[in-house]
């Protein structure tokens, strides 16, 4: 980031002091990001955004009281929202699912190295989806749970509809996303260079009316079921 640009703002909810602790020794040690406040569960979340006004909040699945969830949805709702990183563990892909749906941009797993949550947090500031492909699977996995017939018939309707619109190349990249594959990746696949990626991404945002890559994966698998 620009060294003259204003530390990117952020917000740490989880239930676990220890954890919040240890992250803000971690993102208050850089000096393009700072932390403006703590979070215990979702009312307080809700409560520290509206006073701190921050760009990230790094955001807990699962806690006591108001889950992140709930918090997330209200969130990206509103006006001029933060963008939200879920904190969760495998074992909450259903959780991260809703929140993704929601317009959250993306999760870390808590066991996640330091470095990588710090680059998280700057890509998401930036409005970059944070998704591991690894991750990105197991939600997707979680998504696709039985349904009626006439369920999947009216998803898949919706879905083809909604891809319909876009370029051969597009359709391409979607379904590499679709197969959990990073931008480097696709690159390699397609061959195309990484720059032409991030513009087939950028267009199957604004297509597709989406705010993420688990987006896009869900409404091409929905249109393959």
């Known amino acids: 980031m620009d060294s003259e640009r204003e530390p990117v703002r952020v917000v740490i909810v989880d239930d676990e002091q220890l954890v919040r602790m240890a992250l803000r020794l971690v993102i208050d040690g850089e000096p393009d ?60 892909d259903d959780l991260v699912l809703g929140a993704l749906r929601a317009g959250a941009l993306g999760f870390v797993l808590k066991d996640t190295q330091p470095s990588q949550i710090l680059d998280a947090v700057r890509a998401v500031a930036e409005g970059d989806p944070v998704l591991s492909p690894a991750a990105t699977a197991r939600v997707i996995a979680a998504a696709t749970g039985p349904q009626s017939s006439h369920a999947r018939t009216s998803s898949r309707e919706a879905a083809r509809k909604q891809l319909s619109t876009l370029t051969e190349r597009e359709l391409e990249t979607a379904r590499a996303i679709a197969d959990g594959l990073g931008n480097p990746e696709i690159a390699r696949k ?36």
Do not use: C
Not at 62 to 81: F, H, I, K, Q
């Open 190 to 225: 397609l061959r195309i260079s990484i720059a032409t990626v991030k513009a087939h991404t950028g267009n199957l945002f604004a297509k597709l009316a989406v705010e993420n890559r688990v987006q896009i994966a869900l409404l091409v698998r929905d249109a393959e079921g």
């Open 33 to 92: 990001l700072t932390v403006v406040a703590e979070a215990a569960d979702g009312n307080a979340a809700i409560t520290v955004v509206d006073e701190q006004r921050p760009d990230v909040v790094l955001m807990d699945v699962r806690m006591p009281g108001r889950d992140g969830l709930s918090a997330t949805r209200e969130l990206v709702a509103r006006p001029a929202p933060p963008r939200v990183l879920m904190l969760t563990t495998f074992d909450s």
